[in-house]
């Protein structure tokens, strides 16, 4: 009896183990699609927020002279300006002087044109190469250009991180605000999360009622209504976008039709500025928003709102006071999804929007097809990415399990 009661606990364990591998086969695809295309790219971005190799692989010499440069209260002595002398003979030799220089260029104000005036100028020897290089030109006198390098010299950095938050760090190691021409990165995404605030609080404004005809009609006539809240889906964001601009426009539509009604003189300026992009934003984003409202609103009994106007309440009261709260789940929850994909948008206010209208997607765009400096995009990535993961912990302490509920 006892062998058979082990046999059978052998059985079963087996058949568990059979059980846990079938589920994990299942579901493995899918978790390492997520690894491949989600949690990968974000790991990539942030490495190369604070990695950084370029200097230094053409400007090896240079590097390891300064990784000995203690006294920043001076530019380093003569061994470092004999060492980037050699890295720029060679890298002149090589055909790679312009990495260097392109990446001096973001720390430094015409740091490009500092290195290449200056490898035109510098001799084949000298004596004392300090006085070459201040010969060639005056600003290798000072610790900030040498601090430059010195950050560029990597392989860790802070440089892209602090420039994301209008920040730099001097030769003293202090962190101070940017040039007052480099300092923008944190009006822009300020702007980012006002922009995709007003588009959220649009979406919910707009998509409660929606939801709420929905959710109050007869089966057949609620699935017709949701083809239509459906169709978007159907249609290109790019071309969506485009019609907006059409029907925006100076001449379009919607100025041709007030016009034609007699309420406005003139055309007013719909495109290319913040009301288009809020218009085109919203239009693209409603149904996001109208489908969670739904789902949580068509889950409402209607007995509530009936037992509340048989004890004398009014319809409005019993609505703000009955129903509204049971729908907070679908308000967040839309508002949330919402929020977060209007965070990164940058086809519409690309097209719809003026040049102060721009998100902080326009210049991670920018910095990764542009000018190709992908540590200044990583940082503006991972600095949005911190900023929503901030914003959802306050959202969720707010609103989440043991937190603060509205209603």
């Known amino acids: 009896m006892s062998g058979g009661a082990v046999s059978l606990r052998a059985q ?60 920043r ?10 060492a980037l002398a050699a890295d720029i003979r060679s890298a002149k030799a090589a055909g790679t002087l312009a990495v260097p220089a392109r990446r001096l260029n973001y720390a430094v104000e015409g740091g490009r044109t ?6 035109r100028k510098l001799p ?5 190469w300090t006085d070459a290089f201040l010969g060639a030109d005056p600003r290798w006198g000072d610790v900030e250009t040498w601090n430059a390098i010195d950050q560029a010299a990597g392989p860790l950095t802070s440089f892209f991180m602090l420039a994301a938050m209008d920040r730099q760090m001097r030769a003293d190691g202090s962190i101070v605000l940017a040039d007052a021409n480099r300092r923008i990165y944190l009006d822009v995404l300020a702007r980012t999360f006002l922009v995709s605030a007003v588009v959220t609080a649009l979406c919910l404004l707009l998509g409660f009622p929606v939801a709420y005809l929905l959710a109050t009609q007869p089966p057949a006539r609620a699935n017709l ?58 239009h693209v984003l409603l149904p996001f928003a109208v489908l969670p409202l739904y ?30 709260p049971q729908t907070t ?53 991972a600095l949005l990415l911190a900023s929503t993961l901030a914003l959802y912990a306050l959202y969720n302490r707010l609103v989440g399990p043991g937190g603060v509920r509205m209603g």
């Open 225 to 282: 209504l949701m083809i239509l809240v459906l169709l978007p889906f159907w249609t290109s964001l790019l071309v969506r976008t485009a019609a907006w601009i059409v029907v925006l426009q100076e001449h379009g539509l919607v100025n041709d039709a007030l016009i034609g009604l007699g309420l406005i003189e003139r055309p007013l300026r719909l495109i290319y500025n913040r009301t288009g992009v809020y218009i085109a934003m919203t």
């Open 295 to 324: 789902s949580v609103m068509k889950g409402v009994n209607p007995v509530y709102m009936r037992a509340a106007l048989s004890l004398g309440a009014r319809p409005t009261v019993a609505f703000l006071r009955v129903y509204l």
């Open 12 to 71: 079963l364990a087996r058949a568990e183990r059979l059980r846990r591998w079938r589920a994990f086969g299942l579901v493995a695809p899918l978790f390492f699609f997520l690894i491949v295309v989600f949690v990968a790219p974000i790991g990539d971005m942030l490495l190369r927020s604070a990695h950084d190799v370029e200097l230094r692989n053409v400007w090896p010499k240079t590097a390891a002279a300064l990784a000995g440069w203690t006294d």
């Open 114 to 119: 500092l290195v290449f005036n200056t490898q």
């Open 73 to 82: 209260a001076h530019v380093p002595d003569e061994a470092a300006f004999a």
């Open 329 to 381: 789940p679908g308000v967040a929850a839309g508002g949330l999804l919402v929020f977060i994909l209007a965070l990164g948008y940058y086809i519409t206010p690309e097209l719809v929007g003026g040049a102060s209208d721009q998100m902080l997607s326009h210049f991670i765009a920018y910095y990764t097809a542009d000018t190709v400096n992908w540590g200044m995009a990583s940082a503006l990535g």
């Open 124 to 128: 084949e020897t000298a004596d004392k």
